[in-house]
């Protein structure tokens, strides 16, 4: 079977994409919001691994307040609202591809020869660079779950006051330990600066 569109790695920047929700609505990438977001990519909703895969991430939204999850299928956009309101489904966002198949060709899912998706989860962090990538190889397999909530789990930023780090190797340790991951930031305290001396002089003689 063919598989089209890229194999994306952790690192690479989340491709844009058109699709539509089960209302309908338009669905990018920008549409999804600029937090941590789970893509949870699935053959079809009406398969056994698809149904639980879909229902282990709505039993997890509760767990994770500050992480969007979507599920992505080439079902119809009334397949997935039917599914969801047989199962109580409220929390994880439905996508429809089925209307070109841009997710998949962005996202290397789509199987050419079915036109479904192949299974996958991706990890997009609030900077849109992918935090965790898994391509489930046999369809009937269940993806990592630990292991894309935990990369979900991961996703705080850092923000430290001057000094960084004593020495110029341990801050490039911590640096490259935060590339593509994690925004790191310092803050430089200007309460020694001799303007900020002289404004204190004045206020203390009134």
Request: a positive charge; charged letters at 25%; one cysteine or more.
């Amino acid at each position: 079977m063919t598989v089209l569109g890229p194999e994306l790695k952790v690192g690479d920047k989340a491709p844009d994409f058109e699709a539509i929700d089960n209302g309908l609505k338009a669905v990018t990438l920008a549409t999804t919001g600029n937090g941590v977001r789970i893509f949870s990519v699935v053959p079809s909703l009406d398969t056994p691994v698809c149904d639980a895969q879909t229902k282990r991430f709505e039993e997890e939204t509760g767990k994770l307040p500050n992480v969007s999850i979507y599920t992505f299928s080439m079902d119809l956009p009334f397949a997935q609202k039917r599914w969801c309101g047989a199962f109580g489904v409220d929390h994880v966002k439905m996508v429809s591809d089925h209307r070109t198949g841009s997710f998949g060709q962005a996202y290397g899912t789509l199987i050419k020869d079915l036109r479904i998706h192949s299974r996958a989860i991706f990890v997009v962090g609030s900077d849109n660079v992918l935090r965790y990538v898994e391509y489930v190889k046999e369809v009937g397999d269940h993806p990592n779950y630990d292991a894309a909530l935990a990369a979900a789990r991961a996703g705080k930023h850092i923000l430290a006051e001057k000094p960084l780090e004593v020495t110029p190797a341990r801050c490039e340790k911590i640096i490259k330990a935060c590339h593509r991951r994690v925004i790191l930031g310092a803050i430089f305290p200007f309460r020694f600066k001799d303007s900020m001396r002289a404004i204190r002089a004045e206020k203390s003689v009134g």
